[in-house]
Nanobody
Framework: QVQLVESGGGLVQAGGSLRLSCAAS????????MTWFRQAPGKEREFVAK????????SHAGSVKGRFTISRDNAKNTVYLQMNSLKPEDSAVYYC??????????????????WGQGTQVTVSS
């Protein structure tokens, strides 16, 4: 079992920044590629960013590329999402997820082995 706990969400003005953290605990948590998803009210959960087990490979959704950066510190069992130049359309609940597949591509919902509880990000205009 892997437990994931997100933190760092909150209310920020457009153009501002936030850093989300996802603390992982449990057996072999560092053996998973890790992904951030988000879900806005009335919308489907969508992929935001993914990082490989070693941290050497990342991918970001087009909507956040150049503004968001995923990273991880395996010594601390923590994954981060640095979010800059935030827009109102970035408002959503952000979820950390452990990718249970061996895919090198984006994480699909069906690939997720473990979910965090989510953290709310609200960007005011």
């Amino acid at each position: 079992q892997v437990q994931l706990v997100e933190s760092g969400g909150g209310l920020v003005q457009a153009g501002g920044s936030l850093r989300l953290s996802c603390a992982a605990s449990g057996r072999a948590s560092s053996s998973y590629a890790m992904t951030w998803f988000r879900q806005a009210p009335g919308k489907e959960r969508e992929f935001v960013a993914k990082i490989s087990r070693s941290g050497g490979s990342t991918s970001h959704a087009g909507s956040v590329k150049g503004r968001f950066t995923i990273s991880r510190d395996n010594a601390k069992n923590t994954v981060y999402l640095q979010m800059n130049s935030l827009k109102p359309e970035d408002s959503a609940v952000y979820y950390c997820a452990a990718d249970g597949s061996s895919s090198l591509g984006r994480t699909l919902i069906s690939d997720v082995a473990y979910w965090g509880q989510g953290t709310q990000v609200t960007v005011s205009s």
